[in-house]
């Protein structure tokens, strides 16, 4: 497709469980993003890809997060145990050499 | 840490009027500034960038400003429409392909 994808859109999940979120990115986009979007919080900066370099994960909130990209390709965010306060909007955005960022529609996890 | 800043938090206009979105920023060392829309339950949507060297962009109805030094940017939104109605999100990054620091937004609504 000419834009970012996620899926789901839509994630219920009991506190405790494993979750995979996965992005995939607009072709030949090199940059990849991961943001949280918590209310109240507004839009949190989470790992970032750039091509084969090593992720910048210093927006993680805790080593029950982490994300890896398969052939600089489809990136894949994990949440293990998750916790009610992990609940939020997750937000993938790829770019290249455009400067700009171009975000995907979002997977909404809700913990209960 | 960069901070960004957005007032109001909350605006609702009367149909046909002319409005200003602003943002400040708290280290004016940016690479670049976005404008984003987001509509509810949706993804973001650039509206404009501008580069750290560009004092305006304008597409349509929106014309953005940057001020750099004094670490301000405005968003004017002409003849507002009912369909503007959405979040307006300001965005910054220190460097190319860098992570966006975000505002928490101005939520605007306008009445028909």
């Known amino acids: 497709g000419a834009g970012v994808s996620q899926s789901p859109s839509n994630k219920v999940t009991e506190k405790g469980k494993d979750v995979e979120l996965r992005c995939d990115p607009i072709?030949?986009?090199?940059?990849l993003y991961w943001y949280r979007q918590s209310l109240g919080q507004g839009l949190e900066f989470l790992i970032y890809?750039?091509?084969?370099?090593?992720?910048?994960k210093s927006g993680l909130p805790s080593d029950r997060f982490s994300a890896e990209r398969t052939g600089g390709s489809v990136s894949t965010l994990t949440i293990q145990r998750t916790q009610q306060e992990d609940s939020a909007v997750y937000l993938c955005?790829?770019?290249?050499?455009?400067?700009?960022?171009?975000f995907g529609p979002g997977t909404r996890l809700t913990v209960t | 840490k960069q901070e960004v800043t957005q007032i109001p938090a909350a605006l609702s206009v009367p149909e046909g009027e002319n409005l200003v979105l602003n943002c400040s920023f708290t280290?004016?060392?940016?690479?670049?500034l976005q404008w984003f829309r987001q509509d509810p339950g949706k993804g973001l949507t650039s509206l404009l960038l501008?580069?750290?060297?560009?004092r305006e962009q304008t597409s349509g109805r929106l014309n953005a400003s940057l001020d750099k030094s004094s670490g301000r940017s405005t968003l004017y939104i002409a003849a507002s429409q009912p369909g503007d109605s959405a979040t307006y999100l300001c965005?910054?990054?220190?460097?190319?392909?860098?992570?966006?620091?975000f505002g928490k937004g101005t939520r605007l609504s306008v009445i028909a």
């Open positions: 955005a790829t770019g290249h050499l455009s400067y700009e960022q171009y």
């Open positions: 072709s030949g986009h090199t940059a």
């Open positions: 890809f750039q091509g084969n370099s090593a992720p910048d």
């Open positions: 280290d004016s060392a940016i690479y670049n």
């Open positions: 501008i580069q750290s060297s560009q």
């Open positions: 965005a910054v990054t220190i460097g190319r392909n860098t992570p966006l620091v």
